[in-house]
């Protein structure tokens, strides 16, 4: 089992930034995919960023140029500076983590993101 910890979410004004992390732990022995998702109210859960083992980045276009997505492989934590925050980035975050011997993955608990002034 693979336990994940998200931290970082909170209020914050237009323009500004969060950074948010996801710390993974458990039995952890391969990990292939590291995202993060958001859910805003009466929306579809949505992909903001992802990383994969092999590097390869992607972004969803609204976040593209704003969002970074990084990883600490040492520590099994990914990253996500989000930065020139807008109003309609918020959402509650989830992070996701694919491993080779769990192919659906794990969700972290989710942490709420507002952009408000």
């Known amino acids: 089992q693979v336990q994940l910890v998200e931290s970082g979410g909170g209020l914050v004004q237009p323009g500004g930034s969060l950074r948010l992390s996801c710390a993974a732990s458990?039995?952890?022995?391969?990990?292939?995919?590291m995202g993060w998702y958001r859910q805003a109210p009466g929306k579809q859960r949505e992909l903001v960023a992802s990383i994969f083992s092999g590097g390869r980045i992607n972004y969803a276009d609204s976040v593209k140029g704003r969002f970074t997505i990084s990883r600490d492989n040492a520590k099994n934590t990914v990253y996500l500076q989000m930065n020139s925050l807008k109003p309609e980035d918020t959402a509650v975050y989830y992070c996701?983590?694919?491993?080779?011997?769990?192919?659906?993955?794990?969700w972290g608990q989710g942490t709420q993101v507002t952009v408000s002034s």
């Open positions: 996701k983590v694919i491993t080779t011997r769990a192919p659906n993955g794990y």
């Open positions: 458990g039995s952890i022995f391969s990990i292939i995919f």
